[in-house]
């Protein structure tokens, strides 16, 4: 009997630890798949030109290794404006998408209103449907504005494009909080607002960075709006500059594989903020802070 | 003066009404406590009176003052909830100093009462803990403390207790008498615990879907419950029903048993009768005496006294309630004396006869 048991317990916990093997096996494969051409971008963008044609696996050696990439992009061209220019985008809009996101989620969550289900359905219909296929209207409206060649122009579309989804997120979540603590700062004298900001904003902030990051990404990376909407040289993002080592007859790899490696940069930064935000959010209270 | 005045209140939540007009006074440093089953009412009344609520209709008066349309800040009310409502991310001393801090209150006064309403409830060492860091107990005394540090004209608590264990909850039960005796404020505490109601209550107010079926000191819903909820509601185990039967003369039989004396003043009633006793008050005694008879159907015993389940010869079931020691095992016969003075009768349609003797009632 207890014999059988604990081969059965053995067995059991085997089990357990081949799932766990297997889970890791496939995360690990995945892990290498996703940050293989990374990896590829930073070693080849140490590379000269010959190096990077000849043996494009390799690491730097010393007759292949050369920064003239990095040298090309830090001094050709506005690339350090075009930097700036997507960190401003991508900080303000992001900016926008939490706050404009979050007052709606808890809008939506706190208040009895007529019409509310179908506000929130509109409000997240955006999931749905492409911000891409308006880029017709849109780029007329910006023009009726006199916003093309502005960065403001992406600002603006990257916060609508983003907060469909954060409020979405952030309703399901604020419906989950607990009344009694923003029924108790009303009690204390708090004002609607106050309670948003000094109650509710601090209880989501673990869901706050998580939608920032997957809100960040799609921004810093696209192409398209930049493209449409604000191609001036004053204007142009990261993305879009890159594009100027991109010629119709010669590609100066060295130049374009050194600015999408600076480019992975800030996000990396971002991201490195949010996630400790996530995960300090998550114990706040039980680590003495 | 902090009297808290309810008149012909009501409440509807889109078309369903849920509170249909209460109207209850409650005085001036007085221990409130509503009390009934799970979804009658109790919180949505409460929040009424915080002002979480809005009034569909009647008026909810604190003092002098009509507070209908008064924001919950400017009640001159605390409130506690049943989850403690605390901020997490504030330390004990910033949830307890929040309200004042935010009124602009000057630091040394804010100082003075978050440390006097600490060192009441025993929270002096924990003032820079967060409320993850507390245990249950300790977060509700953090959440009362931080209702008195606002010195409120009526504090209001929401089943403040019932997330504790049962040991924890008879200790906060205490301390919130104790409070109650210390501070002398008037107090409306919500539970739907009878033994709470009955244990801290001056007054009990029992609700039933939206209605007031009785308000009254512990004793008197003890004694002279006005119907048949509130006589099941209140004590435990519950009251024992028994269909009876009018046999002349002011007296009733029940379940087998012959022509019973019933202390209650006489009544025109037609239809069907309901006899009631108390567990603790049914004796037992040798099988063919006493009022009725049946056999024990399981015996609870709890040490210092047992719980009996009979089941009469009529197949209705009375609980006992008998002393430790009693040697009866299930499937023996036993017994059952009514004692006239126990007994309660309510009519067809629930309401209780007036009993005669006054028995017991603290006025
Ligand atoms: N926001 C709301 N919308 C609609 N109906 C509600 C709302 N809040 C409460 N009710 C209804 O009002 C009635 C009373 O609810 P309430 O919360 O006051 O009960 P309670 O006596 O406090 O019960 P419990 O002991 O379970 O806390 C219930 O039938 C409930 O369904
Ligand atoms: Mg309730």
Same mark, same amino acid.
């Given at each position: 009997?207890?014999?059988?048991?604990?081969?059965?317990?053995?067995?059991?916990?085997?089990?357990?630890?081949?799932?766990?093997?297997?889970?890791?096996?496939?995360?690990?494969?995945?892990?290498?798949?996703?940050?293989? +051409?990374?990896?590829?971008?930073?070693?080849?963008?140490?590379?000269?030109?010959?190096?990077?044609?000849?043996?494009?696996?390799?690491?730097?050696?010393?007759?292949?290794?050369?920064?003239?990439?990095?040298?090309?992009?830090?001094?050709?061209?506005?690339?350090?404006?075009?930097?700036?220019?997507?960190?401003?985008?991508?900080?303000?809009?992001?900016?926008?998408?939490?706050?404009?996101?979050?007052?709606?989620?808890?809008?939506?969550?706190?208040?009895?209103?007529?019409?509310?289900?179908?506000?929130?359905?509109?409000?997240?219909?955006?999931?749905?449907?492409?911000?891409?296929?308006?880029?017709?209207?849109?780029?007329?409206?910006?023009?009726?504005?006199?916003?093309?060649?502005?960065?403001?122009?992406?600002?603006?579309?990257?916060?609508?494009?983003?907060? +469909?989804?954060?409020?979405?997120?952030?309703?399901?979540?604020?419906?989950?909080?607990?009344?009694?603590?923003?029924?108790?700062?009303?009690?204390?004298?708090?004002?609607?607002?106050?309670?948003?900001?000094?109650?509710?904003?601090?209880?989501?902030?673990?869901?706050?960075?998580?939608?920032?990051?997957?809100?960040?990404?799609?921004?810093?990376?696209?192409?398209?709006?930049?493209?449409?909407?604000?191609?001036?040289?004053?204007?142009?993002?990261?993305?879009?500059?890159?594009?100027?080592?991109?010629?119709?007859?010669?590609?100066?790899?060295?130049?374009?594989?050194?600015?999408?490696?600076?480019?992975?940069? +800030?996000?990396?930064?971002?991201?490195?903020?949010?996630?400790?935000?996530?995960?300090?959010?998550?114990?706040?209270?039980?680590?003495?802070? | 003066?902090?009297? /808290?005045?309810?008149?012909?209140?009501?409440?509807?939540?889109?078309?369903?009404?849920?509170?249909?007009?209460?109207?209850?006074?409650?005085?001036?440093?007085? &221990?409130?406590? !509503?009390?009934?089953?799970? =979804?009658?009412?109790?919180?949505?009344?409460?929040?009424?009176?915080?002002?979480?609520?809005?009034?569909?209709?009647?008026?909810?008066?604190?003092?002098?003052?009509?507070?209908?349309?008064?924001?919950?800040?400017?009640?001159?009310?605390?409130?506690?909830?049943?989850? @403690?409502?605390?901020?997490?991310?504030?330390?004990?001393?910033?949830?307890?100093?929040?309200?004042?801090?935010?009124?602009?209150?000057?630091?040394?006064?804010?100082?003075?009462?978050?440390?006097?309403?600490?060192?009441?409830?025993?929270?002096?060492?924990?003032?820079?803990?967060?409320?993850?860091?507390?245990?249950?107990?300790?977060?509700?005394?953090?959440?009362?403390?931080?209702?008195?540090?606002?010195?409120?004209?009526?504090?209001?608590?929401?089943?403040?207790?019932?997330?504790?264990?049962?040991? /924890?909850?008879?200790?906060?039960?205490?301390?919130?008498?104790?409070?109650?005796?210390?501070?002398?404020?008037?107090?409306? @505490?919500?539970?739907?615990?009878?033994?709470?109601?009955?244990?801290?209550?001056?007054?009990?107010?029992?609700?039933?879907?939206?209605?007031?079926?009785?308000?009254?000191?512990?004793?008197?819903? @003890?004694?002279?419950?006005?119907?048949? &909820?509130?006589? =099941?509601?209140?004590?435990?185990?519950?009251?024992?029903? /028994?269909?009876?039967?009018?046999?002349?003369?002011?007296?009733?039989?029940?379940?087998?048993?012959?022509?019973?004396?019933?202390?209650?003043?006489?009544?025109?009633?037609?239809?069907?009768?309901?006899?009631?006793?108390?567990?603790?008050?049914?004796?037992?005694?040798?099988?063919?005496? =006493?009022?009725?008879?049946?056999?024990?159907?399981?015996?609870?015993?709890?040490?210092?006294?047992? !719980?009996?389940?009979?089941? /009469?010869?009529?197949?209705?079931?009375?609980?006992?309630?008998?002393?430790?020691?009693?040697?009866?095992?299930?499937?023996?016969?036993?017994?059952?004396? &009514?004692?006239?003075?126990?007994?309660?009768?309510?009519? =067809?349609?629930?309401?209780? &006869?007036?009993?005669?003797?006054?028995?017991?009632?603290?006025?």
């Amino acid at each position: 009997m207890s014999t059988v048991d604990t081969t059965r317990a053995r067995r059991g916990r085997m089990g357990r630890l081949g799932a766990a093997a297997g889970v890791h096996a496939v995360l690990l494969a995945y892990t290498i798949i996703a940050i293989f +051409p990374v990896l590829i971008v930073v070693l080849n963008s140490f590379k000269n030109r010959r190096g990077i044609f000849t043996e494009p696996l390799a690491l730097p050696r010393t007759e292949t290794f050369s920064v003239e990439g990095y040298a090309t992009v830090l001094t050709e061209g506005n690339f350090l404006l075009y930097y700036s220019n997507s960190l401003i985008v991508t900080v303000v809009s992001l900016f926008l998408i939490l706050l404009f996101g979050a007052m709606a989620a808890h809008a939506l969550s706190e208040y009895r209103f007529k019409l509310n289900a179908l506000l929130g359905v509109y409000l997240i219909l955006g999931i749905m449907v492409p911000i891409r296929l308006g880029t017709v209207a849109i780029l007329q409206l910006m023009v009726d504005l006199s916003l093309v060649n502005t960065l403001i122009s992406l600002i603006l579309v990257y916060t609508a494009q983003g907060l +469909p989804i954060a409020v979405f997120i952030l309703t399901e979540f604020m419906r989950t909080l607990s009344r009694d603590i923003k029924d108790c700062a009303r009690v204390d004298g708090l004002s609607e607002y106050r309670i948003f900001f000094e109650v509710v904003l601090p209880l989501v902030r673990p869901v706050l960075a998580t939608v920032a990051v997957f809100s960040m990404i799609p921004i810093w990376n696209d192409l398209w709006f930049p493209l449409i909407l604000a191609s001036s040289d004053a204007t142009k993002t990261v993305t879009l500059g890159v594009q100027q080592f991109i010629g119709q007859y010669t590609v100066n790899w060295s130049a374009v594989l050194a600015s999408l490696s600076i480019a992975i940069l +800030p996000v990396l930064v971002l991201y490195a903020i949010f996630s400790r935000q996530l995960i300090s959010g998550i114990t706040a209270g039980a680590v003495k802070g | 003066m902090a009297q /808290l005045v309810l008149q012909d209140v009501r409440k509807r939540f889109g078309k369903v009404e849920v509170i249909h007009g209460v109207d209850l006074e409650v005085k001036d440093g007085e &221990f409130v406590v !509503f009390v009934g089953p799970s =979804g009658c009412g109790k919180s949505t009344l409460l929040r009424m009176i915080a002002g979480l609520e809005e009034v569909s209709g009647g008026d909810v008066v604190i003092g002098d003052e009509r507070m209908n349309e008064v924001a919950p800040s400017d009640r001159g009310i605390a409130m506690v909830f049943q989850s @403690y409502a605390l901020y997490p991310h504030k330390d004990v001393y910033g949830n307890m100093a929040f309200a004042l801090r935010h009124a602009g209150e000057d630091k040394k006064v804010i100082d003075e009462r978050v440390r006097k309403a600490a060192d009441i409830l025993g929270l002096e060492d924990l003032l820079k803990r967060r409320p993850k860091e507390l245990s249950g107990g300790q977060r509700q005394r953090v959440a009362i403390g931080r209702a008195i540090v606002r010195d409120p004209a009526i504090f209001l608590f929401d089943e403040p207790l019932s997330n504790l264990d049962a040991a /924890l909850r008879v200790q906060m039960r205490v301390e919130i008498l104790r409070l109650h005796q210390r501070l002398k404020t008037t107090m409306v @505490y919500v539970t739907h615990d009878q033994v709470e109601a009955m244990t801290l209550a001056d007054r009990i107010v029992v609700l039933r879907d939206g209605r007031i079926e009785q308000v009254g000191t512990p004793l008197e819903l @003890y004694h002279h419950p006005k119907n048949q &909820f509130v006589a =099941g509601f209140i004590g435990s185990p519950r009251m024992n029903f /028994l269909p009876a039967r009018a046999a002349g003369e002011g007296r009733v039989t029940a379940a087998g048993s012959g022509p019973i004396e019933m202390p209650v003043e006489p009544r025109a009633e037609a239809g069907e009768l309901t006899l009631g006793i108390r567990p603790e008050h049914v004796e037992m005694v040798a099988p063919g005496q =006493g009022t009725v008879a049946g056999e024990v159907l399981v015996a609870e015993r709890l040490g210092g006294e047992t !719980f009996l389940h009979v089941e /009469l010869d009529g197949k209705e079931t009375v609980v006992v309630k008998a002393d430790g020691g009693v040697t009866q095992k299930p499937a023996d016969r036993v017994g059952l004396r &009514f004692p006239p003075e126990a007994l309660h009768l309510f009519g =067809g349609d629930g309401q209780a &006869f007036a009993r005669r003797e006054r028995q017991g009632v603290i006025a």
